[in-house]
């Protein structure tokens, strides 16, 4: 088993979660957002350097000591890391107890993918661009009906505490007011943590 990647960046501070955590950031992803903060992710050039579980230990271990210190760990993102649930699964077969494990996922994908992640992942870090359907297709060129139905699984199967919603503000798709009414849907759901920000683009 071994899923493409296209980087692992160590020593992060308090950027997911609390402690020194490690990102593991794979290939591919589902969406074409026009704001996509890692395009590199749909880059075939950057698809072949490939890694197994084992391999990947391998590489984070040698961090184990700032891990269990300060209750850091491995963040998993991208692209989308939920498209290499079953590679996410056998990592932390054996990957020590204490290490906190995160997801940054956008949740489009299937069902399938996240219940097979539920049981070994602590935090998720849900990228949800906005929650309104022709907004987010228009934003992303893709439907959200996976997200929606991925956020009612993770809402029924995960503490709250445990998941932060990112809604960002996106320039000439969305607006506060429409942010506003998406978390108020969202939290109908139960979700009680968002991250609110803007993105910042080149376009004047």
């Known amino acids: 088993m071994n899923a493409p990647i296209i980087g692992i960046e160590r020593h992060r501070i308090v950027t997911d979660g609390k402690g020194i955590t490690t990102l593991v950031a794979f290939h591919g992803c589902p969406l074409h957002c026009k704001y996509c903060l890692n395009p590199q992710c749909h ?7 490939k890694i197994t579980p084992e391999e990947l230990y391998e590489k984070v271990s040698t961090d184990n000591l700032y891990f269990t210190a300060t209750g850091g760990g491995i963040t998993f993102g991208g692209g989308e890391p939920l498209l290499q649930s079953a590679f996410i699964r ?38 949800i661009k906005d929650i309104n359907p022709t907004i987010y297709k228009a934003y992303t060129q893709h439907d959200n009906n996976k997200v929606i139905e991925n956020l009612k699984l993770l809402a029924s199967l995960t503490p709250k505490e445990n998941v932060i919603i990112r809604m960002p503000l996106i320039p000439h798709f969305n607006n506060d007011a429409l942010r506003t009414a998406g978390i108020n849907e969202l939290k109908k759901y139960g979700f009680i943590n968002f991250d609110l920000f803007n993105y910042i683009t080149n376009e004047r």
Not at 43 to 49: A, C, H, M
Not at 95 to 110: H, M, R, Y
């Open 90 to 127: 056998r990592f932390c077969e054996f990957a020590p107890k204490a290490w906190n494990i995160s997801v940054e996922t956008s949740l489009n994908v299937d069902c399938r993918h996240l219940e097979e992640i539920l049981p070994v992942v602590d935090n998720f870090y849900v990228d």
């Open 43 to 49: 880059d075939p050039n950057l698809g072949n350097k």
